[in-house]
């Protein structure tokens, strides 16, 4: 049975910082895609991050010097370190994964699991 638990969620001030992880079990394949996704209240969701199990990364335009996804592929866990945090950070965020790795990219919407999400909070 695949697994991916995320945790490190919660609220801070804008300019704080948190750092989300998501601990992936049961899945099978060797190389596939992680992501971090997020979804405001009102808002479509977005990809955020994703790297390959090869550590090729690409991020959204929004996050771009202030986010940074890494994994470990012993452990099976993602994490996605975040920084300057901003009001409009808020959002659910979710890790994905898919075996999918050559098509990894935040324009990706198709993922075959997803962790059951963790809520992020930016106060101005």
């Known amino acids: 049975q695949v697994q991916l638990v995320e945790s490190g969620g919660g609220s801070v001030q804008a300019g704080g910082s948190l750092r989300l992880s998501c601990v992936v079990s049961?899945?099978?394949?060797?190389?596939?895609?992680m992501a971090w996704l997020r979804q405001a209240p009102g808002k479509q969701r977005e990809g955020v991050a994703t790297?390959?199990?090869?550590?090729?990364?690409t991020y959204a335009d929004s996050v771009k010097g202030r986010f940074t996804i890494s994994r470990d592929n012993a452990k099976n866990t993602l994490y996605l370190q975040m920084n300057s945090l901003k009001p409009e950070d808020s959002a659910m965020y979710y890790c994905a994964v898919d075996p999918a790795y050559w098509a990894c990219s935040t324009g990706k919407s198709g993922y075959n699991y997803w962790g059951q999400g963790t809520q992020v909070t930016v106060s101005s």
């Open positions: 049961g899945y099978g394949y060797s190389e596939y895609c």
């Open positions: 790297i390959t199990t090869f550590g090729s990364t």
